[in-house]
Every structure is written in structure tokens, then in C-alpha cells.
């Protein structure tokens, strides 16, 4: 590609983040097989990473010859993520010699690194190295390389600081005497929020505060029209957005403040939330960043951020529509109907995959909403609201296995489920019908799959499996409401409890109140056999023991290197855990991916990382039996790992809920031998030959096999910063925070030989 301005004070010369577009394959890099050193295009970023620091020199070194007139520009950017405390060097040759840059030690966050140009009119070519701070696996990425000019991007920037609160001609002003009624009874109707302030009203007495005037507090914090710019941010994720719009946070917080002030009759909070609307409105791009509309780019990353922005300034229309002037209403449905609905139709109509993953449910609220307040002044667009409902049918009897599973895990299965469940629950009330009269059947199949999955430790709703950080709990309140009878009930409770006993949305709010207290007892057995995941419950002196096996659907998404991995409970504990995810803008999200942070058997002795296939096209389901005292199993876990085992069999017997051996049968193509990996958030010790891991009320013995070898690794984890980011979406995880802290403990049972049967025998006791 060619030097590309993609505004009046910035250009980009090599476009990573398009596949089509990128110069990776242009690039010399050279070669790094002694630390496993891997480069390869991605979704949207050229990725790295090593297995271990070089004995000398850089971890990478890539170098590419260039042809750019830069001179009417004054320093270089590269946008990038390193591993962290690792450091990138650079040599620019110009035509003024060769500029050398060195950055700061990384952080954990996407970065802009600038160099000045120092003079220079052309660029011939480009090296870059990265040096990593200590030994160990590194992943990163590079995203884009440009050019910029300072004095311009000053300019530039100051066209999205003219805005202030008043809002002449959009909004009314604030001496306005607002009714606090909603506008259409879509998000709530007046009967439904009388009583919805009674019982809040209550709460407040009883509590002090609620989440509703948490979260509106937030709201109150900022300023949204601060906030306004070019593009919109995707909640916190750093992928798309510029270094300079971090914290931009202008998504979320308007329908937070719309609720705390419908329930409290607060003035300042009401005209704010209708401030983040025509903020919202006022940005000029309802996209992530400059990547996703780059000029002679067809890269787009899907319409995400633009069914967002529909779904809070149509809510908001509603919730607080009293305070738009006419001529403010109307600029907030054409940028619906252009920005909103015509980006996600094209997305639709393009992208034939969304029906079989969480996407197209993923669109629909924001699709729903909009379709619904674009009705109420142009009735032409009612048969595009019912075309929505049809796609959506559509997409959910594709997406909900026959036995109730879904592909992609617990988190996209839940927002799936809840975006469906608040796309139907508009629908329905737009065109006055019963809400479950409208919702697809297959929904209803998903109780196996919650009893699958639901965790018995203290703190914890699900086991997070796949791509997961977190269980949204307004999606509990819909399952709960479609499915009384099920255990999603029971999580939806749970959920009630971590995180103070009321629910953070309005419509959860309405549906919680017609719940039963408790659902049916857990199941001793359950098998989900299309998406291949297993289960067994029992009691050990009253207190609950948990195991869940992991299988694999050929082809599954969001998923992870961990076929054949297990998830063990006691007595309100997690002694075998699963590792889950965090956000994509963090290189651990691809870490915690791997084999190696599960509970796995995985070869050793070579410089790579081994890894199977991710995703696998292979179905990989484990069979078994089980009941209220025995519990077996065994799957074979061979395919995907072509190049490394011949053979690799794994079976589980339990003959009594606190006996529990795991034997693996394997035979290597490559490795001197294996280590079985297992993952534990309760602390562990090697004590004479054997591994103890003690919980609040329990503790388990681990015996290590003869002629094999044992140690404890602390593997590192996201650290305490990353909390803050997280409590920006403290209203989606409802207590079941991911995975927060400095290391990762896990057992390693070392195991030498080519080929050979491990046998890890587990006994649980009650302390």
C-alpha cells in the first residue's frame, strides 16, 4: 500500500491490521528457532512471541526497505503491544542518516510509540527489535506504522472541544421541570416504574445506595461531551482506538444515569444521561477507530460499536426523551438510521458466518431498539423490524445445539441468550405480546448446559471455559425468567448474593420480582454430546464435589488449547481450576489460551511451545457414566496435536466423590517426555512426596508417581492494575470477578519418556 493520510495531520505506511493490506510477507525477519520465536498475520495485528529470552541479542529483529516521502511530516509512529517490561528499538534510515529509537519498558496496554524524524523528507527502510526484560514466554503485536504532524494533530483535536453542556437547540434547558415519564414504555412503562421506585425506594432505606445510584454515580463523574470524538470507543478495549482516546468511556453510562433517575426523580441526573445521547450523536464516526473506516480499506470490524450506539440513544429516546427538542430528536434517528442501521445491515448482508456464531444475536438489541424509535415517526421501517425478528429466529436454532450447548462457552452463550432474551422482551412490548410467546424454543434447551457449567465453589457462577471473564447477570435474569424450573435460576440468585441482592438493570429488575427462590436439584450426571462437555455432581459429607470434562465440537470458537482439560470443586473450593480470559487488548488473553495454562499433559524437551490445532477440526467428546456415588470416563485426546503425540488417551475414575484417579496413555513424535499440568486457586505445597492443597474447609492429596518429578511454577497473571480497567464494567460481571492477581499456581507432575501411562491419584478430605 501507499502512504495513506487518514486525516489532515496523520498518514500510515504499513497497515498491520489488515490482512489484505499488510507488508508482513515484505518484511526480512530474522530467524529465532532457539527461542521459539513465531511471527504471523492475524484478525488484525501481525503477532510475536517467543518461548524464552535469546542468549544474546534481540527476540525479534525485522527489517523492511521503504520508499516514503515524509516530508511533510515530523515524526514516525508505530502503534504496538510488547510484552511486558520488554522494549522496542528502532532504526529509520533516511535520507539524513539513521534515526535510533529505544522505548520505554511496556506496560500492559496497546502503545503509540513517536520517533522525530528529525529533518528527514524520505524513508528507505525500517528495523525493528524487541528486547525482552527477563526469561520466558513473550507475545505481542505491531498494528500500524505512520507518520505525523504535530502542530496539525493539535489543530485537528480542537474540533471535538467546541461542546458544552447547554445543548442549545438540541436538548431543553436546565430549568425545565422534566415529568419523568418515559417516552414510549419500551425500556419500562409509568405503572411498571411506580412500583419499581417503591420497592428501590425501600432498598435505599434499608441499604444505604443501590447499584443503580452506583453506577449513576459514575455517570456523574464524567462529562460526556469531553468525551466526544471522531470515533467511539469499544467499552475499554484498547485494539482499534488511538492512545489519546483511552478512557473515553462515553458507551455505558448514559442508560445507567437514565435509571437512577427515573427511579429517583433526579433532575441533573435525567438531562445528563440525555447529554451522553447527544454526545454520542455528535461523534462523527459510530465506528472503533481509523482502522475500521481506512481509506482503500475494506477491513470493518463488524458493527459492534454501531448497534451500541443505537441501542443507549434509543433507550435514551425513551427513558429520557422529554428533554430533546424536536430538532435534537431528530438528529439522534437519522444517525440511527444511517450510522446505526445502515452500518449493521451491511454487516448482515455481508457476513453470512454471524447466524452460526453470538454475532447476530450480538447486533439485534441495538438493531430492535432503533428499528422500534425509527417507528414512532416513520412507519415504513415496520417491516424491517420484523425482518430483524426473523433473523434473529434464524440465527439462535443455529447457534443452540440439540443438546443445549453452545460452541463458544459460557460468557458468549449468556450475552448471546441475553441479547436475544432483550431484543424479543422490545420486540414484544413494541407490538403488545406476551414476551415468552416470542422467543425462540431453542433457548430453552440451554438448562443442561447451565448445570454443565454452574460452580459450586463460594465466589465463582460458572466454570469460565473458552474465551469467558465473566457471566452477565441481567442474561441470568432472562434464562431465569424463560427456564423457572432450571438451574439457571439458581445462578441467577447466586448472582443476587455476590453482588448485594438487587439487580443493576431495569428490565432484570421487573423480571426478578416473579422468580421462584430456588430451582430443581443438580443432576449427579449430565453430558452435553454435541458440544462434548461432561459433568458429574456428588456429595462428600454434605459438601458438593464438582468435575467437569472438557471435549470439543470440530471447529468451535472462542475456544482454547485444552481438549481433554478438567475442572475439579470441593466443598466451596476450586482445586482444579480453569484460567478463563480477559480483555483481547491484553497479550494474556492469548496466554491464557494455551495448553500449558490448563489442566493438560503436555511434551517437553523441544525449543518451540507444543500445541495442538486451535481451533480443532476434530470432535473430541468424552464418554462416560456416573450417579449419585461413581463417577468414569475417558476420551481420546490424539487429534489436533499432529507433530507431537501418536497417542494420547485420558481417562477419569472416581469410585466415591473423595477418590479420583486420572491416568494418561501416551506415545510422543516429538519431546523427551510430558509434564501434567494442574492449575489451582487454593494454595498448594509439596509435603513428604506428595501435594497438598488446602481450601477454606477441605484440602486434597495429590501422590506423585513413582519415578516421576513434582514442582509448583507461579505463572504470571494480569497483576492488581488491572482491576481498575475491570471496575469501569463493574455493572456486567456481577461479582464473578476474572482472574485478579500476580500468579497463576500450578502443579507440575513431570513424567520422562517417549511413551508411557501416568497415573495421578487425588484423595479428598473435610478439615
Not at 227 to 252: A, S
Not at 512 to 527: D, H, K, N
Not at 620 to 639: E, L, N, Y
Amino acid at each position: 500500500m501507499k502512504n495513506t493520510p487518514f486525516n489532515l495531520a496523520e498518514s500510515v505506511f504499513e497497515l498491520f491490521s489488515d490482512p489484505g493490506l499488510s507488508g508482513l510477507p515484505h518484511w526480512r525477519i530474522e530467524p529465532g528457532e532457539g527461542h521459539g520465536l513465531r511471527v504471523s498475520q492475524r484478525w488484525c495485528l501481525a503477532q510475536f512471541e517467543w518461548t524464552g529470552k535469546p542468549a544474546e541479542g534481540p527476540a525479534l529483529r525485522m527489517t523492511r526497505d521503504f520508499a516514503v516521502d515524509c516530508s511533510a511530516y515530523d515524526t514516525l509512529m508505530i502503534s504496538m503491544v510488547g510484552p511486558e517490561k520488554s522494549v522496542l528499538r528502532m532504526e529509520v534510515a533516511t535520507d539524513r542518516g539513521v534515526i535510533h529509537y529505544e522505548s520505554e519498558p511496556f506496560g500492559m496496554l496497546k502503545r503509540e510509540c513517536y520517533v522525530p524524524l528529525e529533518g528527514a523528507a524520505d524513508i528507505r527502510s525500517v528495523t525493528l527489535e524487541m528486547w525482552p526484560d527477563a526469561d520466558g514466554l513473550g507475545i505481542g503485536w505491531f498494528n500500524w506504522i505512520g507518520l505525523q504532524h504535530k502542530e496539525l494533530v493539535e489543530r485537528y483535536e480542537a474540533q471535538w472541544r467546541r461542546f458544552d453542556e447547554t445543548w442549545e437547540d438540541y436538548l431543553l434547558p436546565e430549568s425545565y421541570e422534566p415529568t419523568f415519564e418515559p417516552s414510549y414504555g419500551l425500556v419500562v412503562n409509568a405503572s411498571e416504574l411506580a412500583e419499581l421506585r417503591t420497592k428501590h425506594e425501600a432498598w435505599v432505606t434499608e441499604r444505604g445506595t443501590s447499584p443503580f445510584l452506583q453506577l449513576a454515580d459514575d455517570a456523574a463523574k464524567l462529562s460526556p461531551e469531553n468525551m466526544i470524538g471522531e470515533y467511539v470507543n469499544f467499552w475499554n478495549d484498547t485494539r482499534y482506538c488511538r492512545d489519546r482516546d483511552y478512557g473515553k468511556l462515553l458507551l455505558m453510562h448514559g442508560p445507567n444515569a437514565a435509571a437512577a433517575a427515573l427511579l429517583t426523580k433526579n433532575k441533573a441526573l435525567h438531562r445528563l444521561a440525555a447529554r451522553y445521547a447527544i454526545s454520542l450523536a455528535m461523534c462523527e464516526r459510530w465506528d472503533s477507530g481509523f482502522i475500521c473506516y481506512f481509506p482503500g480499506s475494506s477491513f470493518e470490524h463488524r458493527p459492534f460499536v454501531q448497534s451500541l450506539c443505537m441501542l443507549e440513544t434509543a433507550a435514551l429516546l425513551d427513558m429520557c426523551g422529554e428533554w430533546f427538542t424536536d430538532y435534537g430528536r431528530q438528529l439522534v434517528l437519522r444517525r440511527i438510521a444511517e450510522d446505526g442501521q445502515g452500518n449493521t445491515n451491511f454487516g448482515v448482508w455481508k457476513h453470512e458466518y454471524i447466524f452460526s456464531c453470538n454475532q447476530l444475536a450480538w447486533f439485534t438489541p441495538g438493531r430492535m431498539l432503533g428499528y422500534a424509535m425509527l417507528e414512532q415517526t416513520m412507519p415504513r421501517v415496520k417491516p424491517y423490524t420484523e425482518l430483524a425478528v426473523a433473523d434473529l429466529t434464524e440465527s439462535m436454532e443455529k447457534t443452540i445445539l440439540p443438546d443445549g450447548g453452545f460452541l463458544e462457552g459460557p460468557m458468549y452463550f449468556a450475552w448471546t441468550a441475553r441479547q436475544c432474551a432483550v431484543s424479543l422482551y422490545y420486540y414484544a412490548r413494541l407490538r403488545n405480546l406476551d414476551f415468552a410467546s416470542v422467543v425462540p424454543e431453542c433457548l430453552k434447551r440451554s438448562s443442561a448446559f447451565a448445570e454443565v457449567l454452574e460452580s459450586t465453589a463460594d465466589d465463582v457462577l460458572m466454570m469460565l471455559i473458552c474465551d469467558a471473564m465473566y457471566i452477565n447477570q441481567e442474561s441470568l435474569a432472562y434464562l431465569a425468567a424463560l427456564m423457572p424450573d432450571s438451574r439457571w435460576v439458581d445462578l441467577f440468585r447466586k448472582s443476587l448474593r455476590l453482588t448485594g441482592g438487587i439487580p443493576d438493570t431495569l428490565p432484570a429488575y421487573l423480571l426478578s420480582a416473579s422468580l421462584p427462590e430456588t430451582g430443581p436439584e443438580p443432576r449427579a450426571f449430565v453430558s452435553l454430546p454435541e458440544m462434548g462437555l461432561m459433568s458429574s455432581f456428588r456429595r462428600y459429607h454434605g459438601e458438593p464435589v464438582k468435575l467437569m470434562l472438557m471435549g470439543n465440537q470440530a471447529g468451535a470458537n472462542h475456544t482454547h488449547e485444552d481438549k481433554g482439560h478438567f475442572v475439579l470443586e470441593f466443598a466451596g473450593d476450586t482445586y482444579a481450576m480453569e484460567p478463563g480470559s480477559c480483555d483481547y487488548s491484553h497479550p494474556m488473553a492469548e496466554i491464557l489460551k494455551h495448553a500449558q495454562r490448563h489442566n493438560m499433559l503436555v511434551p517437553v524437551g523441544m525449543e518451540e511451545r507444543p500445541r495442538p490445532q486451535n481451533p480443532i477440526p476434530h470432535d473430541i467428546k468424552p464418554q462416560g457414566t456416573g450417579d449419585v456415588t461413581a463417577f468414569h470416563a475417558s476420551v481420546d485426546v490424539t487429534p489436533g496435536w499432529d507433530g507431537y503425540y501418536r497417542k494420547w488417551q485420558r481417562r477419569w475414575d472416581s469410585p466415591a466423590p473423595n477418590e479420583l484417579t486420572m491416568t494418561d496413555e501416551y506415545e510422543l513424535e516429538r519431546g523427551t517426555g510430558v509434564e501434567f499440568y494442574w492449575s489451582t486457586l487454593v494454595p498448594a505445597a509439596i509435603v513428604d512426596g506428595e501435594i497438598v492443597l488446602r481450601g477454606k474447609r477441605s484440602l486434597a492429596r495429590i501422590a506423585v508417581p513413582e519415578g516421576c518429578t513434582a514442582r509448583i511454577d507461579k505463572l504470571p497473571l494480569l497483576g492488581d492494575d488491572y482491576r481498575a480497567i475491570l471496575e469501569q464494567r463493574k455493572e456486567m460481571l456481577c461479582g464473578n470477578m476474572p482472574l485478579i492477581g500476580s500468579e497463576q499456581t500450578r502443579i507440575a507432575i513431570c513424567m520422562p519418556g517417549a511413551s508411557g501411562t501416568l497415573q495421578v491419584k487425588v484423595r479428598l478430605e473435610l478439615v
